[in-house]
C-alpha cells in the first residue's frame, strides 16, 4: 500500500528558510498526483496554500512557494515568521480517484 | 462568498448511524467535484470521499468502503455524508471540501469549518 510521507517535524528560525517535502513511499511524485498544500492551525480548519506546482491560493503571502524536489513535492518558506508556526499537509492523487494526505509536519518557528 | 457549512454533527452510539450535510453557497454546485476530509483529535487529516458534479462517481478511502455513502443534491446545493455502523474510531471532526479544477490539477478550495461527530456510549 502506497503511503504519502512527510516530514514528522521541522524546527525553522525566524526568518530562515525552511523546505518541506511531500513524497511517496513507492514512486516519485509528479503532476500526475496534483500535489497541494495545506495549513493548519490549531482548532482552525485547514487552508490551502499552493497547488499547480507553485501557485499560491489567494492571500498566501509569497514568502510561500512550492516546487518539485528530486522525486517529491516541495514547500518551501523563505523568511519564516512566527504565526507559521502550525501544521502543513499534502495530498496526493494515487490514481483510481484515491486521495491520500501526508501525515502532516509540524512547523515550530524559533 | 464562497462558503461551506456542515451540519448534522452529534453525539451517537457505537453501531448508530449519523447524517452530515454541507450546505455550499456563492458557487454553482453542479460545476465541482466534492467530498470529505476527516480528522481525529490530536491526529492528522484523512480523505474520506469525493463525488462527481454529477453524483454518478464516488470514490472512498478503502478502510470507509460499505459504511460511509456520499451523496449530493445539486438543486439545493447540499452535500451529504450518510456514516453508518460507527465505531469510536470515527470520533473526527469532518470537513465539507470543494474540488477546484485549475491548471489541469485539482486542489480543495475551500474547506468547511467543520463538523464533530462523537461516537461513544
Known amino acids: 500500500q502506497t503511503v504519502v510521507t512527510q516530514e514528522p517535524s521541522f524546527s525553522v528560525s525566524p526568518g530562515g528558510t525552511v523546505t518541506l517535502t511531500c513524497g511517496l513511499t513507492?514512486?516519485?511524485?509528479?503532476?500526475?498526483?496534483?500535489p497541494s498544500w495545506y495549513q493548519q492551525t490549531p482548532g482552525q480548519a485547514p487552508r490551502t496554500l499552493i497547488y499547480?506546482?507553485?501557485t499560491r491560493s489567494s492571500g498566501v503571502p509569497d514568502r510561500f512557494s512550492g516546487s518539485f524536489l528530486g522525486n517529491k513535492a516541495a514547500l518551501t518558506i523563505t523568511g519564516a515568521q512566527a504565526d507559521d508556526e502550525c501544521d502543513y499537509y499534502c495530498?496526493?492523487?494515487?490514481?483510481?480517484?484515491?486521495?491520500?494526505f501526508g501525515g502532516g509536519t509540524k512547523l515550530t518557528v524559533l | 462568498e464562497v462558503q461551506l457549512v456542515e451540519s448534522g454533527g452529534g453525539l451517537v452510539q457505537p453501531g448508530g448511524s449519523l447524517s452530515l450535510s454541507c450546505a455550499a453557497s456563492?458557487?454553482?454546485?453542479?460545476?465541482?467535484?466534492m467530498g470529505w476530509v476527516r480528522q481525529a483529535p490530536g491526529k492528522g487529516l484523512e480523505w474520506v470521499a469525493n463525488?462527481?458534479?454529477?453524483?454518478?462517481?464516488?470514490y472512498y478511502v478503502d478502510s470507509l468502503k460499505g459504511r460511509f455513502t456520499i451523496s449530493r443534491d445539486n438543486a439545493k446545493n447540499l452535500v451529504f455524508l450518510q456514516m453508518n455502523s460507527l465505531r469510536a474510531e470515527d470520533l473526527a471532526v469532518y470537513y465539507c471540501?470543494?474540488?477546484?479544477?485549475?491548471?489541469?490539477?485539482?486542489?480543495?478550495?475551500?474547506w468547511g469549518q467543520g463538523t464533530l461527530v462523537t461516537v461513544s456510549s
Open positions: 513507492s514512486g516519485s511524485v509528479s503532476t500526475n498526483n496534483h
Open positions: 471540501i470543494r474540488w477546484q479544477y485549475s491548471g489541469a490539477w485539482y486542489h480543495i478550495d475551500p
Open positions: 463525488i462527481a458534479p454529477s453524483g454518478g462517481a464516488k
Open positions: 499547480n506546482t507553485n
Open positions: 495530498i496526493l492523487n494515487l490514481g483510481s480517484g484515491i486521495w491520500v
Open positions: 456563492g458557487f454553482t454546485l453542479v460545476n465541482h467535484w
